[in-house]
């Protein structure tokens, strides 16, 4: 029976100790974590799926595929188990230039480009002036719901927690067959990663229920969810700094309300800062490390910017494939 343990317990790391049971139903998985939802960087996420913050360094067709994977799993349970925070949402994108429909587009369940006495109905008349919008319709998974979800089925199908924060990797010493690193950020660090790098985000959540659909543009985004609405935001490269900054939030407050007049009744619930795990291209592969005086192999799963919710179903179906290599070639 193979010991399997994942380091990290957010929707990336959760997500695939949950496909790993599935997979392989006899193995002992363990998930080590300093800290777990709601407390962690994948409760802050928005969790609207749309590629942001990517590397460019990621194939085509994996991209696609991871992108589709994820797709397909959200919309699923927007449709048969909507209580564990999946939803389907239509909304407006607003492009300062006119730009060519994006290749992910596909994937949504409908799509159209704006007339121009559309778009002016749909943008507040302070807003900035724009020459092209979209209005979609696409999936929403509010991650704390979610993280519930994949945390408790974790548990009842025999998984093990852990609440140790590791400094290095070799502190999990010689216990383990296969390593899982689903670090995120801390990737930097726990296996010195000097490429992975934080993006820091701002958000507020306001509970406004005037507001049904999503508004997002090149500055700001504003994305309802079934109990608040989620307001951002910043992208700030190379910045760790968690405290909330007023003058940002008075800045997110006001040009969301700007281009959202509603807005002007929305009732603030709780101000947050996330730093999202960004890299040229997300590393989803194996290495071998020799820990103690036994040869390892550790498959990373990290660095999704801030699209770990557009791609952790299709990242983790490929981490459970690239554990069924290893356990093929090692006879674990």
């Known amino acids: 029976m193979p010991k399997i343990v994942v380091v990290g317990a957010g929707i990336i790391g959760l997500s695939q100790a949950c496909i790993l049971q599935e997979k392989f139903p006899d193995a002992e998985i363990t998930i080590v974590a300093g800290d777990v939802s709601p407390n962690i960087t994948s409760d802050i996420a928005a969790g609207f799926w749309h590629p942001y913050l990517l590397g460019d360094d990621i194939p085509k067709d994996t991209l696609k595929r991871w992108l589709g994977e994820t797709f397909d ?21 607003f492009n300062r230039k006119a730009l060519e429909k994006p290749e992910f587009a596909d994937f949504f369940l409908q799509f159209r480009e704006l007339s121009s006495k559309e778009v002016l109905e749909a943008r507040g008349k302070d807003a ?9 319709t696409t999936v929403f998974l509010e991650t704390t719901l979610h993280l519930k979800y ?5 548990l009842s199908n025999g998984g093990l927690l852990e609440r140790r924060w590791l400094k290095s990797i070799d502190e999990l010493g010689e216990k383990y067959d296969l390593i ?62 968690l405290l909330i900054r007023p003058a940002t939030a008075k800045w997110i407050l006001e040009e969301n309300i700007k281009k959202i007049p509603a807005l002007k009744n929305a009732e603030i619930v709780s101000h947050k800062v996330g730093l999202r795990p960004t890299r040229s291209a997300v590393r989803l592969e194996t290495e071998y490390r020799t820990i103690g005086k036994k040869r390892v192999p550790i498959i990373h799963n990290y660095g999704h910017g801030g699209s770990g919710v557009t791609l952790f179903y299709g990242c983790a179906l490929d981490g459970a494939k690239l554990a069924a290599n290893v356990i093929q070639k090692s006879k674990i």
Not at 128 to 136: G, K, M, R
């Open 73 to 93: 799993y959200i919309l699923r349970f927007a449709r048969s188990h909507p209580t564990h925070g999946a939803m389907i949402i239509s909304g407006y994108e």
């Open 128 to 136: 900035y002036p724009v020459e092209q919008a979209w209005f979609y």
């Open 150 to 154: 994949l945390f408790n089925k974790y």
């Open 180 to 241: 899982f690193n689903c670090t995120g950020l801390g990737a930097n660090k726990l296996v010195d990663d000097f490429g992975v790098f934080p993006t820091r985000g701002q958000i507020i959540r306001v509970r406004c229920p005037e507001v049904k659909h999503f508004f997002i543009d090149e500055e700001t985004y504003c994305l309802p969810n079934s109990e608040t609405t989620v307001l951002g935001g910043t992208a700030e490269k190379n910045d760790h700094d």
